[in-house]
DNA sequence: TTGCAATTCAAACAGTTGTATGAAACTATC
DNA sequence: GATAGTTTCATACAACTGTTTGAATTGCAA
């Protein structure tokens, strides 16, 4: 019912503006205006200025969410219950990174937008993220089942890092460009996630953790 | 010359109100309050909101670029010119890590303003770790002395990944908390440390990154 | 003490923000 | 084609923001 089409034109503007200039200095007379509607479109659709934002960012999140979750669930499947490591981990970050990275002047509105999400982070889209847990639940249950000699400890210290690898490369995948003088290619995502999902790999197959080597901060001293 | 009273009056009340509430939702007006203080003395002070921010970031940011750069040199100096790249990356991560974690109830308003200042980002305080690229350039480069045989690539991405798990882990360290059930102790800032660095390291010394193995992800389909 | 600069203060300013209102325009149903 | 419900619109609102102003006060030197 309703012709939709306002809604959608606000959603479409809050997330190409979003994307640009971030959600620090764009306005909802901002968003309005380069949708063509009336100012109080907005809160006649979506309620509040927060409740559109996170409409946008759930949008995403799911469609994200779904993806990692169907990757894992075909990895699981195809090994009979338990998945080898390695592929359980591109199913976490690969959807996050293809999502974001690539080439530059290909990147959709979405994926620029939640690069802008992750960099920024205002409070409806931090309400929502906590929300996620329940969701990297289900990955440490793979994990744990691809890996059961494993300590659990472990195991969410090796999800802790796969997670921040990812995310702290979306996020600065500008100053890692420039540190590197162009020779780190974010633009070549696949070799993106196999260098994170190689190093988390190893963090959590490699030999026990070594009883905290100390002795090396002692030595440096 | 001046009692300079009020100035750090400012400083002091701005940092914890910053700590306890983050930046969205702290004013001037609430920090003058709490310093007991009129409101003009900001501007007064520091210029604008913007730059009394920026100081605050500035103070406690150079103090751990010193201290990570102490051990840097202290390293090399000791191995004459060479330094092992465990302790290259204890340097580089152990000082954030010490002064963000810790104990919550013992740790310093200033540890608390700096893991909001990671977790919200807020334009004057981007804008200077814009500026950190140098600093990191440096440990690049003692990175490279440790490890001449590996490539330039490998190197930038294990810098990045260490800073990654290191940052990460401070961003997100209540949500690590809670999914880990409180398994995962983050008080231990020495295991804490230790974990990062091994991870990191393994990243850096094992067998040259196998060619992208993609045929890992083709299996899982 | 006098004079001068540095500091503090109350008050106002200027601008912006998200949101609410109530009338107008539209749409579809009977 | 009247009616009821939805959507749009111009406008006003109310609150809050960082910043400025100019007068009062203070502190210090001569």
């Known amino acids: 019912m309703a012709s939709d089409h306002t809604r959608s034109a606000i959603l479409a503007a809050a997330e190409r503006l979003y994307a640009d200039r971030g ?3 764009v306005t909802l007379r901002d968003i309005v205006a380069e949708a063509n509607v009336n100012l ?21 999140s799911i469609a994200t969410n779904r993806e990692r979750l169907r990757e894992l669930k075909a990895a699981e499947e195809q090994g009979g ?14 959807p996050t990174l293809r999502g974001c990275l690539g080439p530059q002047n290909q990147r959709s509105t979405a994926a620029r937008f939640m690069i802008r999400a992750s960099i920024e982070s205002v ?21 744990r089942r691809a890996l059961p000699e494993r300590s659990e400890v472990d ?44 190093v988390a790999t190893m963090a959590l197959t490699a030999g026990k953790v070594e009883a905290k080597p100390r002795a090396l901060a002692r030595d440096a001293r």
Chains 1, 2 share one sequence.
Do not use: Q
């Open 155 to 198: 195991i969410y210290w090796g999800l802790n890092f796969a997670l921040a690898m990812a995310h702290h490369t979306i996020r600065e995948s500008e100053r890692l460009t420039k540190l590197s003088e162009g020779k780190c290619d974010l633009d070549d995502v696949e070799d993106v996630v196999a260098r994170v999902v190689s």
């Open 23 to 25: 959600f620090g200095d």
């Open 40 to 60: 109080a479109a907005v809160n006649y659709h979506f309620g509040s200025k927060d409740e559109l934002i996170a409409e946008l960012f759930v949008t995403r």
């Open 123 to 143: 409070p409806p889209i931090r309400r929502i993220k906590n929300r996620e847990i329940d969701h990297l639940r289900k990955f440490a249950g793979a994990m």
């Open 81 to 94: 219950g338990r998945a080898p490591i390695e592929v359980i981990l591109r199913a976490l970050v690969g």
